[in-house]
């Protein structure tokens, strides 16, 4: 399964632990107009999902996603 598998099956089922694991500290995270930096920002942002769009592009970094563009 890929990274972006495991983040939206992740957010589906509001799995912290998951997303910690495969979310690099450093994240970059664009949804739209919203670019959040850091781990902790982008996981606050995700509890409040219930589902999330696939990304148009996805950089991984010592096997955690860095970067996520939808």
Known sequence: MDLESVVAEAVA??????LKRVLHPYLHWTDGPLRLRGRNNVLAHLRALSHLDPPASVEVRDGQIYRWTT
Do not use: L, P
């Not at 089922?13 to 998951?18: I, W």
């Open 13 to 18: 089922a509001h799995d912290e632990v998951t």
